[in-house]
């Protein structure tokens, strides 16, 4: 095995470690020290129709399904991408052949789930509470990245001029629909003024990681300058993961604990 790949092994092996122990510290936390994130479990509830037998009419009603364990899936976004980084060691082999044509599988996988968990609990925060909103989300947001799955398997082992930019075209659309959702509920009141700096905080990062993660994959199929490697690339996912989950982790994690 060539060196590089070998670096970049090792390279998933540390940033794996990385995200283990902040999952691990914040499951501690949310478990055993800090009450508060341990009580903030919002209510997911379900919309349905009933007939009101007086008015002979159908009546929108709830219940309540559950309350979500919001400090535990915090850390669990975290574990996820641990795990994965930690297959990828384990499967080193399949993962080389796989970088050679220009494809991660294991990549978009992890981003399918733990993403997914982020925007979810991201939008409980905004107040998104009926479970058929938040199944959508998830939904929504895992199918974003599996086109970006679709993408690199489309075009592996492309050449520049010949990319077939379909799937990246429709991910997109699928990876703004969930921000519509939470922006609506954002600015539902138009007192923006008493919206929480740790929500412009969450909105800001995530709005950065959400345009960053495109733009690498862009500049990896146009092959602009450093890009023109493949592994370039993959090294700048795998640093945008460990930094976009840890800031947004822990800025979460804050906004649970807000009154």
């Known amino acids: 095995m060539e060196i590089k790949f070998k670096k970049l092994i090792r390279f998933n092996l540390i940033m794996g470690f990385f995200h283990l122990i902040q999952g691990i510290a914040m499951l501690f936390l949310a478990t055993s020290v800090i009450q508060k994130i341990g009580e903030f479990q919002p209510s997911i509830v379900q919309f349905y129709q009933t007939l009101n037998p007086e008015t002979r009419s159908l009546e929108v009603t709830s219940k309540v399904l559950f309350d979500l364990p919001f ?43 733990s993403s997914s968990i982020m925007i979810v609990l991201i939008a409980t925060l905004f107040g998104i509470y009926d479970i058929a909103s938040l199944v959508l989300i998830f939904i929504v947001n895992a199918s974003m990245n599996l086109f970006g799955l679709d993408m690199e398997e489309l075009n592996a082992g492309f050449t520049k001029g010949k990319v077939n930019w379909g799937p990246f075209i429709w991910g997109s659309l699928a990876g703004i629909a969930p921000w519509i959702a939470i922006f609506l509920y954002m600015t539902g009141t138009g007192n923006y003024d008493q919206v929480p700096w740790f929500v412009w905080a969450i909105v800001g990062t995530y709005f950065v990681a959400f345009n960053t993660f495109p733009i690498n994959m862009i500049a990896q199929y146009l092959k602009l300058g450093k890009w023109k490697d493949y592994l370039y690339g993959e090294r700048f996912y795998i640093i945008l993961s460990l930094a976009a989950k840890s800031i947004l982790a822990w800025l979460v994690l804050f906004g649970a604990m807000q009154p």
């Open 71 to 113: 400090g535990i899936l915090v850390a669990s976004f975290l574990l996820i991408s641990a795990i994965a980084h930690g297959l990828i060691v384990l499967n080193k082999d399949r993962y080389v052949a796989d970088l050679k044509i220009g494809l991660n599988r294991f990549r978009w996988f992890e981003y399918a789930l």
